[in-house]
């Protein structure tokens, strides 16, 4: 009896205890039961008699102009699915199997998407393409007749998305192209297969799961989209659940009810889409290929007119890609009138939209000169945007540490758990949040938790003032732990079972095992999920939007609502400039942790003892100069 009481306090037990504790906490408390409480809003809705009149947001929905919503966001999802997959296919093409000059270069630019997205990434194609953008403006002078406000609804959206979202591909499906077994090209082509057939028939059917779970991602993308349609101006579904979120029931009839009608579609839509890609997954999609696997060598054009288009092809759309990043750049180094008449003045370079402060002069209706002092400001030197910037900095580092902590311990028991049910449970209550739309989460945070009676986390109105910054950090942790767990858990499968049974053979425990053996060698794939989680929440808008909090503002709100009240009242001058700064400041943060992470983070043993080894060869030849030089001046 006293071995099993020994048993049962032991400190592992303990930790289990409160681990399972915590998960369940976490699921019911910020996963399951918001969500349940925004379904059941729906149908707890009071008319205008007093009465509860569960049909009402339905028959609303049917007679209102609410089902729009839906089919533009459907729309948006299927043209984009095309458009996407035509260029996003096309681009890793030219870059990856066709021999084009200068692919290293058409890369980069191809990949810029990566360094910025969201907010800034549009802001950027209406800087371009708004009616009073760059190149707008040089269409209208050159064709008086050119409408300048072509760039606003459907085919804005649909023309910026289809450039934003190719990123997955350059990502994933770069390395299915680079993966295939250049063995079985070379065979086909020995048979006398023309390079088309043998790109549709022996490449792009090892490209088919890969190709089909870009098209999944990229119709989620375009159904959820939030961004693009709000500065854009398009009606879809994200942004009328945020107008409706902080509408009352004095403006229009049951606001919140309508918001979470749309959202749960949302959440049908996404539930329906991963469960057809999980039914594909599982048929399994397999290639013969020969034992000794070759690297896939380039292709050649032989046909010349074939080999100039794809040239002319691939050239236009880097100019497409570039344009955008190299003018904000540029212009980033621009002065206030410059950027405001989208004119480049090369006499007059300025770091004022980063650093320092100028007086801005300007004549009242009577003819007299005013000046108001500091109110041109850069990024670094204005409160607000350093606030936001400190914000967005300290909740997403928060979040994305929470995510990887929670996934590393869950990863952990699950493997420990692999052949019962427990594991298995634990590991589907993580990749829960997948199901359901990022803004059905965040909005049943905000109506859920904007009360005093939620006795789970200390009867606290998480929505109300300061708290509401914890609010955001449990949205983005909530969000990314899916993704987290993706990573980590294929991480783990490269831990050796020898080394935890050798550790064990010594007397380790298990928390002694998992903190010496095991979680050195995951250490590079957590803090590269770390850093990824980081860069996608500094720079996000969505979320923050649907809690539209004075107290939880983030980064790229600041910067969006500034730019929309540039000038009024004579504040927020440079808004434009500090945008500029701004978009540079995030493609420098964003490119930086790509960097660490698939450019360190991504070498292999081998070639970081190399690099190690070729830089202590370069430090001892420099020590051998000076020991030279010094031996000479003492020899005079």
């Known amino acids: 009896m006293n071995q099993t009481k020994k048993k049962r306090l032991r400190p592992e037990t303990l930790a289990k205890i409160v681990g399972g504790a915590f998960f369940a906490y976490l699921f019911f408390g910020f996963m399951l039961l918001p969500c349940l409480n925004t379904l059941t809003s729906i149908f707890t809705t009071v008319n205008g008699a007093g009465e509860v009149d569960p049909w009402a947001v339905i028959r609303f929905f049917f007679a209102g102009n609410m089902s729009k919503y839906v089919w533009n966001s459907l729309k948006l999802a299927v043209l984009l699915v095309i458009t996407v997959n035509l260029v996003g296919v096309s681009i890793v093409l030219l870059t990856e199997y066709f021999d084009i000059k200068g692919a290293g270069i058409l890369r980069m630019g191809y990949m810029t998407t990566m360094i910025y997205s969201g907010v800034a990434l549009v802001t950027g194609y209406l800087f371009l393409y708004d009616g009073d953008g760059i190149i707008t403006t040089l269409l209208v002078n050159a064709f008086p007749d050119f409408n300048a406000d072509w760039f606003s609804g459907f085919n804005a959206v649909l023309f910026t998305m289809t450039f934003a979202c190719t990123s997955n591909h350059m990502l994933f499906l770069r390395n299915a192209i680079r993966g295939i077994d250049y063995n079985t090209v070379e065979a086909a082509r020995n048979m006398g297969a023309k390079p088309f057939t043998v790109l549709m028939k022996v490449v792009f ?211 420990k758990n692999r052949n019962n049910k427990k594991g298995l449970v634990l590991e589907y209550s993580l990749l829960f949040p997948w199901l359901l739309p990022t803004i059905l989460i965040c909005y049943s945070y905000r109506t859920y938790f904007n009360s005093d009676a939620i006795w789970y986390v200390g009867n606290q109105n998480l929505y109300y003032a300061e708290n509401v910054r914890f609010l955001i950090v449990m949205a983005y942790t909530v969000v990314k732990l899916p993704f987290s767990l993706r990573m980590i858990k294929a991480a783990f499968y490269a831990i050796d079972e020898e080394l935890e049974d050798a550790a064990k053979s010594l007397g380790a425990s298990g928390l002694w095992t998992f903190i010496k053996v095991k979680l050195p060698i995951i250490m590079p794939s957590v803090l590269a999920v770390f850093a990824l989680n980081f860069n996608a929440l500094f720079t996000e808008y969505d979320m923050s939007a649907t809690f539209a909090s004075t107290y939880g503002t983030s980064y790229a709100m600041i910067i969006q609502s500034m730019c929309a009240e540039e000038g009024m009242y004579g504040y927020n001058i440079n808004a434009s400039g500090r945008r500029c700064a701004s978009t540079v400041f995030i493609m420098l943060v964003s490119g930086l942790i790509l960097y660490l992470v698939y450019g360190v983070g991504g070498r292999d043993l081998g070639e970081r003892l190399a690099i190690k080894e070729k830089r202590q060869k370069k430090i001892q030849n420099i020590k051998a100069k000076f020991q030279k030089s010094g031996a000479k001046s003492v020899a005079q």
């Open 205 to 415: 059917p090892t490209l088919l799961p890969t190709l089909f779970s870009l098209t999944v991602m990229t119709f989620i993308t375009g159904l959820c989209a939030m961004s693009a349609p709000t500065l854009l101006g398009y009606d879809s579904i994200n942004p009328e659940i945020v107008r409706l979120a902080g509408s009352s029931v004095a403006d229009e009839a049951f606001p919140q009810a309508r918001a979470a009608l749309l959202s749960i579609i949302l959440a049908m839509f996404t539930i329906v889409l991963l469960t057809i890609l999980s039914a594909y997954e599982r048929k399994g999609h397999y290639l013969s290929v020969s034992k000794t696997k070759a690297k896939l060598v380039k292709q050649k054009l032989t046909n010349p007119v074939a080999n100039i288009l794809a040239h002319i092809y691939a050239y236009i759309l880097f100019i497409i890609y570039m344009t955008p990043v190299v003018m904000i750049i540029v212009f980033s180094f621009q002065t206030y009138g410059a950027i405001r008449m989208k004119k480049l003045d090369f006499s007059k370079w300025t770091l004022i939209n980063f650093f320092g402060t100028q007086d801005y002069e300007y004549m009242t209706n009577r003819g007299t000169i005013k000046i108001r002092e500091g109110s041109i400001s850069g990024v670094f030197s204005n409160d607000v945007t350093m606030g936001g910037i400190k914000t967005s900095f300290i909740l997403s580092m928060l979040a994305a540490l929470l995510a990887c902590i929670i996934v590393v311990v869950a990863c952990n028991y699950i493997f």
